[in-house]
């Protein structure tokens, strides 16, 4: 992704939502000609010259220290997230073509893991809720037991995981299946915003967006936002086809020994419509996985 592209178009959104009222900068009545600040507001807040300012909103974030960074992301009042995408894109920005080539190169060897240890799995099946582990694209690695249950519409005929964002805009079963289905889409989108700061080389990130931004409307909105949140938390309401509704709590568990990877693991309210819900899909897909074995051919023993 172009990084000075994405600094302008980062910058000029988070200024342009941002009105006097909210920076406690005098407005002066009359009719403005700007969305939100304008640019020798945003310096005067950041203490620095108008055309440093300037410099930096069209894109050149080469060499700025972390005091301008720090001082810009208070200006425009950025959340934690906000602030951490910035500082994601300063880091990326790079002054000769060898180093931009190297941090490539970095990239493409650290980010958006694609398989998972052993180790993992285990923890996975050792868990009693409904789980999965995934990378920064969105992929699902691999599930539990519980998890691929849960999922079962999102898996389709396939055993070897799929992307959240693409089920999310490109299957249709996904707006039945999130009851909130907006919501949960702009997280989404969010989220992979999120990353692609930290991960702009990633072949496959921008293959994904590509594909989504061709192929669904919603999403090429909520990406032309630049909006950035980390998902760490999140409760969603869920409709599963065969136990009907129910109100999960997704945890968010980075795995030190595998940059990149994480557990998110469901849990329920306890005593609550949604416990029976997940106790019964534990039944079916134990029953699930029970036919399946019965129709698996076993060899014969002569």
Not at 173 to 188: M, N
Request: proline share 5%; net charge neutral.
């Amino acid at each position: 992704m172009d990084n000075r592209a994405e600094v302008r178009d980062f910058l000029t959104s988070r200024r342009e939502r941002l009105t006097p009222e909210q920076a406690g900068v005098p407005s002066y009545g009359g009719r403005r000609r700007v969305k939100g600040l304008r640019r020798e507001e945003v310096a005067m807040l950041a203490a620095m010259s108008t055309d440093y300012y300037t410099r930096l909103e069209r894109g050149n974030l080469t060499g700025v220290s972390p005091e301008v960074l720090e001082s810009l992301a208070r200006a425009l009042q950025f959340d934690e997230a906000e602030r951490a995408h910035l500082f994601d894109l300063a880091g990326t920005a790079s002054p000769s073509g060898q180093a931009r080539r190297q941090a490539a190169d970095t990239c493409r060897r650290t980010s958006a893991p694609t398989g998972v240890r052993e180790g993992v799995h285990r923890i996975l099946n050792s868990l009693s809720a409904p789980s999965y582990v995934s990378n920064g694209r969105m992929d699902v690695l691999a599930t539990n037991r519980l998890g691929r249950a849960l999922f079962t519409d999102a898996y389709g005929q396939t055993t070897s995981g799929f992307n959240l964002a693409r089920y999310l805009f490109l299957d249709p079963k996904s707006r039945d299946f999130y009851l909130e289905w907006a919501t949960v889409a702009r997280d989404s989108v969010a989220s992979l915003r999120t990353y692609a700061g930290r991960n702009p080389y990633d072949r496959g990130l921008t293959d994904l967006v590509g594909e989504l931004s061709t192929r669904s409307e919603e999403f090429a909105g909520w990406w032309a936002t630049h909006t950035v949140k980390f998902h760490r938390t999140s409760t969603k309401k869920l409709h599963h086809s065969a136990v009907g509704d129910l109100e999960v709590t997704g945890e968010a568990v980075e795995l030190p020994g595998d940059p990149g990877l994480r557990i998110v693991i469901y849990t329920v309210e306890p005593a609550s419509p949604s416990e029976q819900a997940l106790a019964f899909l534990a039944s079916w897909s134990s029953r699930t996985a029970a036919d399946d074995d019965e129709l698996t051919p076993r060899p014969q023993v002569f």
